[in-house]
């Protein structure tokens, strides 16, 4: 239990919203007794400029905490991330500076799971585009592919690989996984195996790329880890873009080495280069507006994680 004085200093508290977010979330800041600002929408300028008199800043992806404007947060102690991924923020520089970083990790692990499944049926049948030509008048019958018994590698066996491994599993699915952190929950209840990323290549017929990303973690697939994949893999990208080489990813399309991508990030989130639109034209690219965590439920929890794990923080500190 905080002491009563703590409080007091909490409720001086300032805090800012830089990005849209679930009203309970808001709603929890001001019974905390936090003042609140709310600009989901607020420029890098802007933020830069202001940033300076909030003691606790609240981000979900499209807030950019560089360095760069974290060096104007005099009083700030805690980034509260609305969200899982930490990479639009500069970790370093607040550890270094003693700004704590609190997320809603788990949140949404469920909501993504799910989106996992169904991006990945959608490429093997071809769904896409069959409903497009549907919508549009054409009656065509054309073969995909049955998922049992093929098998589905993961790359990053984390929260979200974990909840997709379960599903991908009992739909009759062979799943192998690479990471560098051992998930023994994994191994104990689907007698799941680890392989090295040069194996988990050769042997999917699908693979996921669900790693948090680090340093090591960026381009980590590139041509030559695509030439080592199967003719036509499907792959499903729901973590971060910058795992893959875009440009080779937009070659083994165009060669039709790789025969699917569904991805619900993006390396520019709209796209901005020429090949990035013409990617997302391809009829067997499917991608989606960065919409793992958005789902009614898991919005709901992200507020409600976020709110938890930042007051246990400020208990703390
Ligand atoms: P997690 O931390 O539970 O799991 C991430 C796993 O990736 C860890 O086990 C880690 O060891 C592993 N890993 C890290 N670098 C790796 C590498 N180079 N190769 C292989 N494995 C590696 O995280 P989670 O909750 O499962 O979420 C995973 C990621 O999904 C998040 O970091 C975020 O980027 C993304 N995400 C996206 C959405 C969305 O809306 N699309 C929503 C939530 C999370």
Redesign the pocket.
């Known amino acids: 239990m905080p002491l009563w004085s703590d409080m007091v200093v909490h409720e001086k508290w300032n805090a800012l919203v830089c990005d849209p977010v679930d009203s309970v979330l808001i709603d929890g800041l001001k019974n905390r007794g936090l003042t609140v600002e709310y600009e989901p929408s607020i420029t890098p300028d802007d933020l830069a400029a202001s940033i300076g008199k909030f003691h606790v800043v609240v981000v979900r992806s499209r807030t950019k905490l560089t360095s760069s404007i974290l060096s104007s947060a005099s009083n700030l102690k805690i980034i509260a991330r609305a969200?899982?991924?930490t990479?639009n923020i500069d970790t370093e520089y607040a550890s270094r500076h003693g700004i704590f970083i609190v997320t809603a990790?788990?949140s949404?692990?469920h909501s993504?799971a799910e989106l996992n499944i169904s991006l990945m049926i959608m490429l093997a049948r071809n769904l896409n585009s069959l409903v497009e030509k549907t919508r549009n008048g054409i009656w065509e019958k054309s073969p995909g592919t049955e998922l049992y018994g093929k098998t589905a590698g993961i790359?990053?066996?984390?929260?979200?690989?974990f909840a997709t491994a379960r599903i991908l599993s009992s739909m009759g699915m062979q799943v192998a996984a690479?990471?560098?952190?051992v998930?023994m929950e994994f191994i104990e209840k689907m007698h799941g195996e680890y392989h090295d990323l040069d194996t988990i290549l050769s042997v999917s017929d699908v693979i996921f790329v669900?790693?948090?990303?680090?340093d090591?973690?960026n381009g980590?697939l590139n041509a030559a880890h695509i030439s080592r994949m199967k003719q036509g893999i499907l792959i499903v990208n729901?973590?971060?873009s910058e795992f893959i080489k875009g440009s080779d990813l937009f070659e083994a399309m165009k060669s039709g080495k790789i025969g699917g991508y569904a991805a619900?990030?993006f390396w520019h989130e709209p796209p901005v280069e020429p090949w990035e639109k013409e990617l997302i034209s391809m009829s067997n690219v499917m991608v989606t507006p960065?919409?793992?965590?958005q789902t009614y439920e898991a919005q709901k929890k992200v507020a409600e994680y976020t709110l938890n794990n930042l007051f246990k923080k400020m208990e703390e500190i």
């Open positions: 969200g899982i991924g990479d990790a788990g949404s692990t993504v790359i990053g066996m984390g929260r979200i690989g690479y990471d560098p952190v998930n669900l790693a948090n990303l680090t090591s973690g980590m729901t973590s971060r619900d990030v960065h919409i793992g965590a």
